[in-house]
């Protein structure tokens, strides 16, 4: 295999989930519009979550720009082996991405400068194909540096973002009410079911199923929660806003007014890594 191959691999995931997502897009628009349900506030949620994508993208640019050129300093100045391309690599580098996703995601609900950023994507109380595209401006640069061990091991740049992009890529088609329970897939994959736990605000259902593709992470680290009755989605806390900038900028007015008031090093320290419900005694 070469990186011709490689990237055309890449290319063909995203397009085939593109295109499921978007089947999927058309039938809850469907099936919203017969229920009736098609009203103007769903339309100001989804233009909201899109709307992320504006900041999303203009950093992304840079940031995905950043990634090549640190993980190639990387891979030519410090590390003398590198695995071989091929498709045993491929299958290695999607487990070992996914893997990392976990504990990417994971890490971005318990400290609190991360969470600022991945708020956002939880910030919708509606859940849809839309829902999925709703990203906090600076989320990616939480990711590039989540996945500097793996170029440390001797992956390859471009196995290294093939297989993040392609553990993104599957999460494409979860964000979704229409689809049911998959049966036996529900063991091992990370289904749409699996994700409406992750977004619910319900107590039961907080900081539960972060796997990317597969869930039986959350099986082996003890945050699984099967879905059990439909979620209440959104933040614990009372946000309900589809203004752009209040979604795109929702946790940092709270954070500098906290980090303002704290009176000690140690405070604001807490404050900035320490998870988003920490108060001082």
């Not at 990203?135 to 793996?150: C, I, K, R, Y």
């Amino acid at each position: 295999m070469n990186t011709e191959v490689l990237e055309r691999l890449g290319s063909e995931i995203d397009d085939a989930f593109f295109i499921i997502g978007a089947i999927i897009f058309l039938i809850e628009i469907a099936e919203a519009w017969f229920k009736g349900s098609l009203k103007g506030r769903s339309i100001l949620e989804m233009a909201a979550s899109a709307s992320t994508q504006i900041p999303f993208l203009a950093v992304e640019i840079l940031i995905m720009t950043g990634a090549y050129g640190l993980y190639f300093i990387l891979a030519e100045t410090f590390v003398t082996w590198s695995i071989p391309l091929t498709w045993w690599a491929v299958a290695l580098a999607v487990l070992i991405a996914d893997f990392t996703y976990y504990w990417e995601h994971r890490i971005a609900h318990e400290v609190r400068i991360l969470w600022t950023q991945h708020a956002v994507h939880h910030s919708s109380r509606e859940f849809n194909i839309i829902t999925g595209i709703r990203f906090g401006p600076l989320e990616s640069l939480w990711a590039l540096l989540m996945h500097v061990p793996m170029i440390v091991v001797g992956f390859p740049p471009e196995l290294v973002l093939f297989g993040s992009l392609s553990v993104l890529a599957y999460q494409t088609w979860i964000h979704t009410e229409t689809i049911g329970k998959l049966g036996p897939l529900e063991k091992v994959l990370n289904t749409p079911s699996h994700h409406r736990v992750h977004h619910g605000s319900d107590e039961k259902y907080l900081d539960r199923n972060y796997g990317g593709i597969l869930i039986i992470w959350d099986r082996i680290f003890g945050t699984f929660q099967v879905e059990e009755e439909t979620p209440r989605y959104g933040l614990k806390r009372d946000f309900n806003s589809q203004n752009p900038l209040h979604v795109w900028f929702s946790e940092l007015p709270q954070l500098w007014r906290d980090l303002r008031a704290a009176r000690s090093f140690k405070e604001v320290f807490m404050r900035l890594f320490a998870g988003p419900g920490w108060e001082p005694k």
